[in-house]
Nanobody, 127 residues
Framework: QVQLVESGGGLVQAGGSLRLSCAAS????????MGWFRQAPGKERDLVAG????????SYADSVKGRFTISRDNVKQTMDLQMTSLKPEDTAVYYC????????????????????WGQGTQVTVSS
């Protein structure tokens, strides 16, 4: 059973930057694609960015392309999300999640395809 723990959230002014980290426990971290999701009040939880098991393939929501960068370190079993040029609409709880299927060669966007979730970290961007 994998455990995922997010860190790095906080309050930042519009235009600022934050770096989120997700630490994974358990085995076979490098076998699974991972993703960052976010959920704002009253909205659905959507994929922000995903990364393949090797880190060679990434996918981003249109709203964050060019501003967010996802990365992973399979030795340290961590995944990061570097967020720049933050906007008030980026305010949400951010979750890291693990793909339910090993060795999937692509990043999937549907939350139902992820079966392990962290507890979430709040990101608040003030205008």
């Amino acid at each position: 059973q994998v455990q995922l723990v997010e860190s790095g959230g906080g309050l930042v002014q519009a235009g600022g930057s934050l770096r989120l980290s997700c630490a994974a426990s358990g085995r076979a971290f490098s076998s699974y694609a991972m993703g960052w999701f976010r959920q704002a009040p009253g909205k659905e939880r959507d994929l922000v960015a995903g990364i393949s098991s090797s880190g060679g393939s990434t996918s981003y929501a249109d709203s964050v392309k060019g501003r967010f960068t996802i990365s992973r370190d399979n030795v340290k079993q961590t995944m990061d999300l570097q967020m720049t040029s933050l906007k008030p609409e980026d305010t949400a709880v951010y979750y890291c999640a693990r793909d339910r299927q090993r060795f999937r060669g692509v990043v999937v966007t549907a939350g139902a395809e992820y079966d392990s979730w962290g507890q979430g970290t709040q990101v608040t961007v003030s205008s």
